[in-house]
T-cell receptor, first 112, second 113 residues
Framework: KAGVTQTPRYLIKTRGQQVTLSCSPISGHRSVSWYQQTPGQGLQFLFEYFSETQRNKGNFPGRFSGRQFSNSRSEMNVSTLELGDSALYLC???????????FGEGSWLTVV | DQQVKQNSPSLSVQEGRISILNCDYTNSMFDYFLWYKKYPAEGPTFLISISSIKDKNEDGRFTVFLNKSAKHLSLHIVPSQPGDSAVYFCAAKGETSGSRLTFGEGTQLTVNP
């Protein structure tokens, strides 16, 4: 069965632009969460969606947003990009109330 | 406030020997713990997990031990193989936190042939 799929894998954006990242969870998984990994801050939780509703939110500014569609696919958006937003963005999925959380390969964002 | 800590940034072991990776946590609301293996620029790969109602879970070469009173867990890899060389992350979640994981800083494991 296919794993968590993230697109695009690599992208370069300019400061001030916005970016949208996409995630398709494992089939049957209805919870999708997003994480940011940077060298200085490690792996940090951004937000979690279930049934198209944000269920949990990490400590990130409002420039970071997300949504989930009825087929459980999710997107995250970062507006007004800053150099510090350069990071690996990871999507993860799990079954409802499941404890095992599986990650995708990530989208590597570079802001120049 | 670092609620999950992996105090050893790196660990080097010989092939065939045991690797022991440690993790401490401070939040007593955490009730489920996971270990992930990660290569650079890739997503974390789930290895093994343990619920707070257990003190040990084993899966092949991987065993996780949980000491609730000490708020400490460890991952044992026996025998270690060169392919195990990667960064290992400890993560924790609480019953009411959904899929929100709190990660440690990671430990770089190097297994030398």
């Amino acid at each position: 069965k296919a794993g968590v799929t993230q697109t695009p894998r690599y992208l370069i954006k300019t400061r001030g632009q916005q970016v949208t990242l996409s995630c398709s969870p494992i089939s049957g998984h209805r919870s999708v969460s997003w994480y940011q990994q940077t060298p200085g801050q490690g792996l940090q939780f951004l937000f979690e969606y279930f049934s198209e509703t944000q269920r949990n939110k990490g400590n990130f500014p409002g420039r970071f947003s997300g949504r989930q569609f009825s087929n459980s696919r999710s997107e995250m958006n970062v507006s007004t990009l800053e150099l510090g937003d350069s990071a690996l963005y990871l999507c993860a999925s799990s079954v409802v109330a499941g404890n095992t959380i599986y990650f995708g390969e990530g989208s590597w964002l570079t802001v120049v | 406030d670092q609620q999950v800590k992996q105090n050893s940034p790196s660990l080097s072991v010989q092939e065939g020997r045991i690797s022991i990776l440690n993790c401490d946590y401070t939040n007593s609301m955490f009730d489920y713990f996971l270990w992930y293996k990660k290569y650079p620029a890739e997503g974390p790969t789930f290895l093994i997990s343990i619920s707070s109602i257990k003190d040990k879970n084993e899966d092949g070469r991987f065993t996780v031990f949980l000491n609730k009173s000490a708020k400490h867990l460890s991952l044992h890899i026996v025998p270690s193989q060169p392919g195990d060389s990667a960064v290992y992350f400890c993560a924790a979640k609480g019953e009411t936190s959904g899929s929100r994981l709190t990660f440690g800083e990671g430990t770089q494991l190097t297994v030398n042939p």
